[in-house]
C-alpha cells in the first residue's frame, strides 16, 4: 500500500534476534545486550503469521535480519515457509558471515535468494579489533560458502569509518575486478549508545569517489538506496549508500519489525508501534496495525536538523 506522502511500501525488514555473536562497537555495547526472557520475543510462527498479514497491505521483499539472524534457532525452517507464500518475490538476509559456512547450502535450499554480508575491514587484527573478537578468517570462508551456492548476487556492506578503514577502500574495491560482487560502502549513522563515538568516526561517502576516480557512474535503479558505479573492466559493482549526506527518504519503500514485536516505521526516528500485544490479544487487528504503522512514516529523517537526538535503540536491536 501507499504511505501518506504516496511511497508505495512493500518492503519489510525482520530482525529475528537480538543477540549477536560479534560486538562491533558501532552497533552493540561492549558488554552485549541483556538476553530477554522467551515471552519478550516473538515466536517463529508469530513472524511467520505477520509476514503473511503483511503480504495482504502489498509487501512481497523481505529481508531477514538481527542481531545476527543465523543464531536464531529455526531460522531455516522459517525462511523456507516464508519462501512459499507465493507473494513474497525476493527473499534476502544480512549477516555477519561468521555462520554461513554452517548454513550456505540449507538457506540456499529454504529458498533463501541472497545475502549482505557485513565486513569492515579485511585485515585480521583489525576485524578483531572493531567486531571485539571475531575471526575474520571464518567470514571469508562463509563468502565462499554462500557463492558456492549461488546465494548471489553477494553485496559486502563495508560500514566506512574514519581513521579505521578509509585505507583500505582501493582495496576493497579490487575485490569487484575478478569478482561478481558489490561492494557497498555505508555512511556510518549516530544511533543508540554509541551515537557519540559514530559522529567522531562519520566521514561522507566522497571520500571513495575521491579515491577511485576511474569509478564509472551507472544508472541509477529504482527503489534502491545504492548508487552504484563501476571500476574500469570490474566484474563486480560498487554502491554507495548516503543516508547522512543525501538520504534517500523519498523513495524509501520499507518499514521494520523488531525481535521484541514493534513496527519501526522509520529507522532514524523512536516511534514504534507495538504489535506484538496484538498478535497476542487480539489478531484480527493485524491487518489494521500494520496499516497504521504504513501511514504514520514520516516523511523524512531528521539527522542533519539543528539538535536532533540519536534515537534510543541500539541497531542491533533494530537490525539495519
Ligand atoms: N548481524 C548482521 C550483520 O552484521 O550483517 C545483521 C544486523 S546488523 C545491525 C545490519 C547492518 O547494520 C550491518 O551491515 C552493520 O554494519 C550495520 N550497522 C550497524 N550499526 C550501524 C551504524 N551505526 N551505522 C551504519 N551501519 C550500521
Ligand atoms: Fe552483530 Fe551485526 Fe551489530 Fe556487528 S553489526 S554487532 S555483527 S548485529
Known amino acids: 500500500m501507499n504511505d501518506k506522502y504516496g511511497r508505495k511500501i512493500n518492503y519489510l525488514r525482520v530482525s529475528v534476534t537480538d543477540l549477536c555473536n560479534l560486538r562491533c562497537k558501532y552497533c552493540m555495547p561492549e558488554e552485549g545486550v541483556l538476553r530477554k526472557s522467551h515471552n519478550e520475543i516473538l515466536s517463529l510462527e508469530e513472524f511467520y503469521e505477520i509476514i503473511k498479514c503483511s503480504t495482504e497491505l502489498g509487501i512481497d521483499k523481505i529481508?531477514?535480519?538481527?542481531?545476527?539472524?543465523?543464531?536464531?534457532?529455526?531460522?531455516?525452517?522459517?525462511?523456507?515457509?516464508?519462501?512459499e507464500l507465493g507473494a513474497i518475490k525476493d527473499i534476502a538476509m544480512t549477516t555477519n558471515g561468521l555462520l554461513l559456512e554452517k548454513y550456505a547450502y540449507d538457506l540456499k535450499n529454504a529458498g533463501l535468494k541472497r545475502v549482505n554480508i557485513s565486513l569492515d575491514t579485511l585485515n585480521s587484527e583489525k576485524f578483531k579489533e572493531i567486531t571485539r573478537g571475531g575471526n575474520l578468517d571464518k567470514v571469508l570462508r562463509g563468502i565462499e560458502a554462500a557463492n558456492n551456492v549461488s546465494l548471489t548476487p553477494i553485496k559486502i556492506n563495508t560500514v566506512l569509518i574514519g581513521g579505521f578503514n578509509d585505507d583500505e577502500i582501493e582495496k576493497f574495491a579490487q575485490m569487484t575486478i575478478d569478482y561478481n560482487?558489490?561492494?557497498?560502502?555505508?555512511?556510518?549513522?549516530?544511533?543508540?549508545?554509541?551515537?557519540?563515538?559514530?559522529?567522531?568516526?562519520?566521514?561522507?561517502?566522497?571520500?571513495?569517489?575521491?579515491?577511485?576516480?576511474?569509478?564509472?557512474?551507472?544508472?541509477?535503479?529504482?527503489?534502491?538506496?545504492?548508487?552504484?558505479?563501476?571500476?574500469?573492466?570490474?566484474?563486480?559493482?560498487?554502491?554507495?549508500?548516503?543516508?547522512?549526506?543525501?538520504?534517500?527518504?523519498?523513495?524509501?519503500?520499507?518499514?521494520?519489525?523488531?525481535?521484541?514485536?514493534?513496527?519501526?516505521?522509520?529507522?532514524?526516528?523512536?516511534?514504534?508501534?507495538?504489535?506484538?500485544?496484538?498478535?497476542?490479544?487480539?489478531?484480527?487487528?493485524?491487518?489494521?496495525?500494520?496499516?497504521?504503522?504504513?501511514?504514520?512514516?514520516?516523511?523524512?529523517?531528521?539527522?542533519?536538523?539543528?539538535?536532533?537526538?540519536?534515537?534510543?535503540?541500539?541497531?542491533?536491536?533494530?537490525?539495519?
Open 63 to 83: 529481508r531477514i535480519t538481527g542481531g545476527e539472524p543465523l543464531v536464531r534457532k529455526g531460522i531455516v525452517s522459517l525462511i523456507k515457509k516464508i519462501s
Open 181 to 320: 560482487i558489490h561492494v557497498r560502502f555505508i555512511e556510518l549513522m549516530p544511533i543508540g549508545h554509541a551515537s557519540k563515538w559514530t559522529k567522531e568516526k562519520f566521514i561522507s561517502n566522497n571520500t571513495v569517489l575521491k579515491k577511485l576516480p576511474s569509478l564509472i557512474p551507472l544508472e541509477e535503479e529504482q527503489g534502491v538506496p545504492a548508487k552504484y558505479y563501476k571500476l574500469p573492466n570490474a566484474k563486480g559493482k560498487i554502491g554507495l549508500i548516503n543516508p547522512i549526506s543525501r538520504h534517500f527518504c523519498s523513495t524509501c519503500n520499507r518499514i521494520r519489525l523488531t525481535a521484541d514485536g514493534k513496527i519501526k516505521p522509520c529507522l532514524h526516528s523512536d516511534k514504534e508501534i507495538d504489535i506484538k500485544t496484538i498478535i497476542r490479544n487480539d489478531k484480527s487487528k493485524l491487518k489494521e496495525i500494520l496499516t497504521e504503522a504504513i501511514l504514520q512514516k514520516p516523511e523524512k529523517h531528521h539527522i542533519n536538523d539543528e539538535g536532533y537526538k540519536p534515537i534510543v535503540r541500539d541497531m542491533v536491536k533494530i537490525g539495519g
